[in-house]
């Protein structure tokens, strides 16, 4: 992480994935969004209860203010606790109901909604992300939250997970998306 800060540049956007281990010892850690995708009991051996892995986790977004993003599960009763502690405005994604403000499934189309009674706008028919299972879909929906917070294009979005195959798949393994 460190020798992508000295990368930077004013325009440059980093996309990490930091474990709960990592966030126990940050200190001026700020992303601009944040995502926790669930959170289920584990490494309990290390952080000794749920209740301190979910502090650690929350720890993603203790330095983000209301100009910040917190993407969270609408459909983990964990993360949704979260959002209580949070000072940043918070979207959702959810692969089972509508929410007010992020990336959710209907019809069969994966659609974001940027702010409370907002337009509805589509991003892609699920069937073209072609990474199996509902987590998958739950990941992408995350992705499209945080790509959109980040100004990425509907379009842009739609050719990076569409061009995206789990193992076994065919359309070039290995293919790698690029967020346009």
């Known amino acids: ?3 992508l800060v ?3 540049t004013p325009e440059t956007v980093n996309v990490l994935e930091v474990s709960s281990f990592q966030l126990e010892t940050v200190e001026e850690f700020h992303p601009r969004i944040a995502a926790i995708l669930n959170i289920t009991p584990d ?3 290390r952080h000794g209860s749920f209740e301190k892995y979910v502090a650690a986790k929350e720890r993603i977004f203790e330095r983000q203010g ?20 949070a000072k940043s405005e918070v ?4 692969g089972t109901k509508a929410v007010r403000k992020g990336a959710f499934v209907r019809d069969g189309v994966i659609v974001w ?43 842009g979005i739609r050719a990076s997970v569409a061009s995206l195959y789990g193992c ?13």
């Open 1 to 3: 992480m460190i020798d």
């Open 6 to 8: 000295a990368k930077s």
């Open 43 to 45: 490494h309990l051996d």
């Open 66 to 85: 209301a100009e910040d993003a917190l993407v969270l599960n609408g459909d983990d009763r964990v993360t949704q606790m979260c959002a209580t502690r």
């Open 91 to 94: 979207f959702w994604f959810s």
């Open 113 to 155: 909604v940027e702010k409370e009674g907002g337009v509805t706008e589509p991003i892609m028919p699920v069937s073209e992300v072609h990474l199996k299972g509902a987590h998958n879909i739950e990941n992408v929906l995350a992705a499209v939250c945080a790509a959109r917070l980040a100004k990425v294009s509907a379009e």
């Open 168 to 180: 076994g798949a065919s359309a070039g393994a290995g293919a790698e998306a690029e967020w346009g």
